[in-house]
């Protein structure tokens, strides 16, 4: 419900660069005074007992990704960050975050079209991407997104032909030896070959701008940023000999979104700014971007999933002498409605986030018999585990567990197998982050 001191539209009454988002096209609820996160997501879950539906949900609290922005700005404030689609395509996080001024990194036609469409500007996209399909250059081409990355002698030809006034950025393959998600062997040219490389795009009548990096997601060093900006300034350097305008670098992604290595993204940024005043000094002139995904969005989602069923398996090798079932022989097995397949693909495929922690919505009482249980996703593939051996009280068909820090590669990466719907998304904001936002960007 829409509170009444929160009504004011941005751009409005007091005027404000939040102009593009207003309470009645933000996309987000914006929560009455005093409401949080969590009645929300009690009130919802009493909505949906009330009705016939136990369908999963996210709730996605924006007031977080607002947080992280000033974190961001505070620690780097030379860095502007292109926001990367592919890690959380919700509109609403993207209508926030253009709000607030993020540029954004688009891997695709598809990503290109979805940024378009919620009022982006062509300038402020980066077709981040080294190996595009030809008709998505043509498309970003007549939709004057110019900014483009590439690593090969054959992208460059698939440039000069669909899109020869494209502004490219020479992508570089950097030591990703301490993040948790490698990119360097799929992606990005080693420095002996970027002479090369610059010599082909210059016969080629090409314009490159300048040059991006990524050390891999989950990053849990620093230095690598550092050696990243060194390499840039040595490609800059043979770049403008060649006769290039260099004016842009591109740090890329990498910056954890939750855990010790994101308590850290103070530590991470002295280091980048440091480089950053060595190499490419303000009075360089040189435009300086990153293309972070996790770091905004990873705590921000909450999934909340139901029991939906629940066997009880005796363990029969630890049965009691008297063959009597006890609580140390009762393996519980729990069926989820969402899983593997669904948002928690990250199980899967992200190492930097595969061990997910649900928890009950309900009060836990510490006196409660905790069970060795399996919790299962819904569909018919054993891979579709959620958790082993995980100690928790009895649960019950219809209870509903939470799962806190489901914002990055959940909602983007997630299938229907088995036709079972997709977790539902409830973007939220509260009143006291909408007006301080408004008032703030008056
Ligand atoms: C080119 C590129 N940029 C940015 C990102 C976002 O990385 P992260 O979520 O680690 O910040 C990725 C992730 O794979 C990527 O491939």
Request: aromatic residues 10%; contains cysteine.
């Amino acid at each position: 419900m829409m509170n009444k001191h929160a009504g004011r539209a941005p751009g409005t009454a007091n005027g404000s660069v939040m102009r593009s988002l207003s309470s009645e096209n933000c996309g987000f609820e914006i929560l009455d005074y005093g409401r949080t996160t969590n009645d929300f997501i009690d009130n919802k879950i009493e909505e949906l007992g009330s009705g016939d539906s136990e369908e999963p949900f996210y709730v996605a609290n924006l007031d977080r990704i607002v947080k992280r922005h000033v974190r961001w700005l505070t620690n780097l404030p030379r860095v502007k960050p292109f926001y990367a689609v592919k890690c959380n395509n919700t509109p609403a996080v993207l209508k926030m975050l253009s709000a607030l001024d993020t540029g954004f990194d688009c891997a695709s036609k598809g990503e290109i079209q979805q940024a378009l469409s919620l009022g982006v500007t062509p300038d402020k996209i980066i077709y981040a991407h080294t190996t595009k399909p030809l008709s998505h250059i043509r498309y970003a081409c007549a939709h004057g997104v110019d900014m483009m990355t590439f690593d090969s002698e054959d992208e460059l030809l698939k440039i000069s032909l669909c899109h020869s006034k494209a502004k490219l950025v020479l992508r570089i393959a950097v030591d990703d030896s301490k993040s948790l998600v490698k990119l360097s062997s799929k992606f990005g040219a080693r420095l002996g070959s970027v002479g090369r490389l610059l010599k082909l795009a210059g016969e080629l009548g090409l314009d490159v701008i300048g040059v991006s990096f990524h050390v891999g997601s989950g990053c849990t060093g620093s230095l690598p940023f550092k050696q990243g900006i060194a390499d840039a300034r040595h490609v800059f350097d043979l770049a403008n000999l060649l006769g290039f305008q260099m004016r842009l670098l591109d740090i890329g992604g990498g910056f954890s979104g939750i855990g010790e290595f994101q308590d850290k993204f103070e530590e991470f940024s002295e280091v980048i700014n440091g480089a950053l005043d060595e190499f490419f000094p303000p009075d360089s002139g040189v435009q300086i971007i990153a293309e972070p995904g996790r770091y905004y969005v990873e705590s921000a989602f909450t999934l909340a999933v139901n029991v939906m069923a629940k066997r009880v398996v005796i363990d029969e090798s630890s049965e009691s002498d008297d063959g009597e079932e006890n609580s140390s022989n009762r393996m519980m097995m729990y069926y989820l409605n969402d899983g593997v397949y669904g948002s928690m693909s990250c199980i899967v495929f992200d190492p930097a986030h595969c061990n997910l922690e649900p928890y009950l919505h309900r009060a836990v009482k510490s006196s409660e018999q905790r069970y060795r249980s399996v919790i299962w996703g819904p569909t018919c593939d054993c891979i579709d585990k959620v958790t082993d051996s995980y100690w928790i009280p009895e649960l019950h068909v219809g209870d509903w567990l939470l799962i806190d820090n489901m914002g990055a590669y959940s909602v983007s990466v997630s299938t229907d197998f088995n036709s079972f719907e997709r977790a539902h998304i409830y973007p939220v904001m509260t009143a006291e982050t909408w007006n301080t936002l408004n008032l703030t960007h008056t």
